[in-house]
């Protein structure tokens, strides 16, 4: 084993009896960049706070087993005995926070490891250069966008000057350009300081080019292999890699470079052929290729001249304009800090506006009380517990319920509707991450609101989680209500949206059909589309080659993958 990078050596690790982990071993040696892969509840989240100790001293179970870190033996050491070691981001921020302001955070580590005040402004200020966070180092980290907290929390485990680094989805509400500026810095840290990081993201597409190896977990299991290697086995692979499969390229490619390299076959296959025009699902139809209907009678929401200020001169929406009908698809996106949070709280009438007007079928959300506001539209925030307050998934339904005013199993149909097999015995915080946002869903649609707003949904779905919520979505659509999601998300966009709506300072800059928006956009492109210009999604282009690969096309004629 290596000494100085992490090494798991026959790691058993179950919680109450339930075995997550199953003599798992693997060594990364010091200045690695290594990806977790794995679906959505394969244990990652266990696996990573396993190597700073908060597995298990925190979250109790039973443990066998050794890790080291640089050589020390994490058994029996606390993960403040391991902060000058090891540093932890996990996937909620907001919840690691031990301060109330930017940089007395990110001191904070340093300050208890008593490093020497010059040495800590030095540390401090280095941290806030390479992370971008020179604007707002002064603000309350309640003010805070979720993309801005992720980095500070990136930024305070950093200021130790750990050997190790362990993140549990570091990009997930950051925005794309967002989101390469923490990777680069990360492979900075690697190749320049030997770093070893050891990462866990649902995003692959994002991480795929930047990491050196990769480990795939999967039930209690794990092994090691390249990038390429762990991505051509594993269930859950970005849309470059399922386009690789489909087109029977080598490897297959797990970076768009590699595929471009590799797609001049296809794109001929392709010649002459264009993506199938939207066709209308019908409520119950699962299709998340299908676009619903354009409703063709007056709109659902206005909203003129919408002003969204914060205390301190913060403008976060500056005089937006959206008009929106009922059966759209509509997706709102944007760098972090451009408003789209603000924008959808002022939409539902619960967030305050400095100016400018909303009506959602002639109403004003902000005038009503909230129980009548819940039936004009319903938000699902960044944070799906947010909404959730009792103790088990029954008693959560029964009191959707009695807020809706609507009868008794309302709320548990609705819920069954959306993910099947949920024990109402459960306790929300023990549901996986598209349960609990599945519950949330259902607790927001008991009231039937019209006007459906979602916040980040995607963060903590795998790629088949997604693709699940875009078929609920545009079946809710189809339905007859106008859902809007603010999502950095590129490939949930390129499944879900009909149209796209793009902020910038607080102002729409952008708003049209999603194939134009995106494609005309270097940041919010799908993988597929700079492959493939023109194509978004690998279904798109599966339904051309007449769903059997690029063989398949070969042998047959437009007209055969056009039908």
Known sequence: MNPDGIAFEHVTFAYAGTPVLDDVSFDLPEGEFCLLVGPTGAGKSTLLKAVNGLVPHFTGGTMAGRITVAGRDVHGSTPADLADLVGYVGQDPLAGFVTDEVERELAYTAEQLGVDPAAMRKRVTEIVDLLGLADVRDRDLAALSSGQRQRVAIGAALVAGPAALVLDEPTSALDPTAADEVLSTLHRLVHDLGVTVLLAEHRLERVAQYADSALLLNGGKVTAGSVGQILAASPIAPPVVELGRLAGWPGPPVTIREARRHAAPLREALAGRHPAPPAAPSAHEPSRRKSPPTESGPPLLEARAVTVDYPGGVRAVNGADLTAARCERIALMGRNGSGKSSLLWALQGTGKRSGGTVTIGGDDPATRKPAERRTLAGLVPAEPADLLYAETVAAECEGADRDGRVPAGTCAKILDDLVEGIDGGTHPRDLSEGQRLALALAVTLTAAPP????????????????????????????????????????????????????LSDGEVVADGPARQIVAASPMFSPQVAKVLPGWLTVDEVAEALGGNGLDDAEGGTDDDARA
């Open 451 to 502: 006007l459906l707003l979602l916040d980040e949904p995607t963060r903590g779905l795998d790629y088949p989680g997604k693709a699940a919520l875009a078929s609920r979505l545009g079946r809710l659509a189809a339905a007859g209500h106008c859902v809007v999601v603010s999502t950095h998300d590129v490939e949930f966009c390129a499944e879900f949206a009909s149209r796209v709506v793009i």
